[in-house]
Nanobody, 129 residues
């Protein structure tokens, strides 16, 4: 069983930067593809970014390409989401997720919430205009 804990959220202004960290415990996540999702008020949870097991492949939803970067440090059992040029429409609760099925493949394979087995509790980011 894997427990995921996100950190790094907060209230920022448009154009600011933030970095989320997702720390895993319980077992190593080095064999799992990882992803970030977000859920805005009144909306469904949506894919943001994913990274494959080795960290050699990443994938992003169009609205964050060029602004967000997902990365992982398997030695620290942690996944990160670096965000720059934040916009008010980025306001949401951000969730880290782990695919627990030991699936190898490009990050583009891991874009649906149903793909993931483990979820963090989420961290809120609010971007003011």
């Amino acid at each position: 069983q894997v427990q995921l804990a996100e950190s790094g959220g907060g209230l920022v202004q448009a154009g600011d930067s933030l970095r989320f960290a997702c720390a895993a415990s319980g077992r190593t996540i080095s064999d799992y593809a990882m992803g970030w999702f977000r859920q805005a008020p009144g909306k469904e949870r949506r894919f943001v970014a994913s990274i494959n097991v080795s960290g050699t492949s990443t994938y992003y939803t169009d609205s964050v390409k060029g602004r967000f970067t997902i990365s992982r440090d398997n030695a620290k059992n942690t996944v990160y989401l670096q965000m720059i040029s934040l916009k008010p429409e980025d306001t949401a609760v951000y969730y880290c997720a782990a695919d627990g099925d030991y699936v190898r493949g490009p990050a583009s394979m891991f874009t649906t919430a149903g793909r993931y087995d483990y979820w963090g509790q989420g961290t809120q980011v609010t971007v003011s205009p």
